[in-house]
């Protein structure tokens, strides 16, 4: 099975622009989770989508958003973009049959974002 | 606040040595824990998982012991190979919670000498 892909690859853009990044699960995977990794806060969860409805959101300000579509493939949208939201965006899927957090999850390469 | 953290950033270990990456949990509901291990420029890669109901699971050359009367999680790495130099990360999920809220730990970065 192909695992989890993520386009663009590496993305440049500037403060106040906005960005979309595109996740797509191991076939047969319903659940999709967008995670932000940096130097200093580490791998933080941003949201969870399954049956292209959010089932789990963290920590993050409005201006990050993000959608499922029918055949499990995410979008994330970072809107006016601050140099602070410079990072790897890691995506992961799982089954997300089980709905209790026990399930293992499969992460992309990530898409690394500068903001400039 | 409740959330993964690890006791030792930086291990450096020798060729063929065994590796011992320690974590610990603050919230005692957490019921499943993974650890992960990461390669310069590539996503997290899953090693090993184990419920709260185990103490101890195995892997291919990895071992994870879980304490729940101290909140500490370890991975042991037998005979480690240059190819297990990455950052290591253990995470945790809060039963009951969704699978997509994965709480993970600073990371440990595994150097391995030749």
């Known amino acids: 099975k192909a695992g989890v892909t993520q386009t663009p690859r590496y993305l440049i853009k500037t403060r106040g622009q906005q960005v979309t990044l595109s996740c797509s699960p191991i076939s047969g995977h319903r659940s999709v989770s967008w995670y932000q990794q940096t130097p200093g806060q580490g791998l933080q969860f941003l949201f969870e989508y399954f049956s292209e409805t959010q089932r789990n959101k963290g920590n993050f300000p409005g201006r990050f958003s993000g959608r499922q579509f029918s055949n499990s493939r995410s979008e994330m949208n970072v809107s006016t973009l601050e140099l602070g939201d410079s990072a790897l965006y890691l995506c992961?899927?799982?089954?997300?049959?089980?709905?209790?957090?026990?399930?293992?999850?499969?992460f992309g390469p990530g898409t690394r974002l500068l903001v400039l | 606040g409740e959330s993964v953290g690890l006791h030792l950033p930086t291990l450096s270990v020798q060729e063929g040595d065994n590796s011992i990456i320690n974590c610990a949990y603050s919230n005692s509901a957490s019921d499943y824990f993974i650890w992960y291990k990461q390669e310069s420029g590539k996503g997290p890669q899953f090693i090993i998982d184990?419920?709260?109901?185990?103490d101890k699971r195995q892997g291919q050359r990895v071992t994870v012991l879980l304490n729940k009367t101290v909140k500490h999680l370890s991975l042991q790495i037998a005979a480690t190979q240059p190819g297990d130099s990455a950052v290591y990360f253990c995470a945790e999920t809060l039963y009951g919670g969704s699978q997509g809220n994965l709480i993970f730990g600073k990371g440990t970065k595994l150097s391995v000498k030749p």
């Open positions: 184990i419920r709260s109901n185990m």
């Open positions: 992961a899927s799982s089954l997300g049959s089980s709905g209790r957090g026990q399930e293992t999850q499969y």
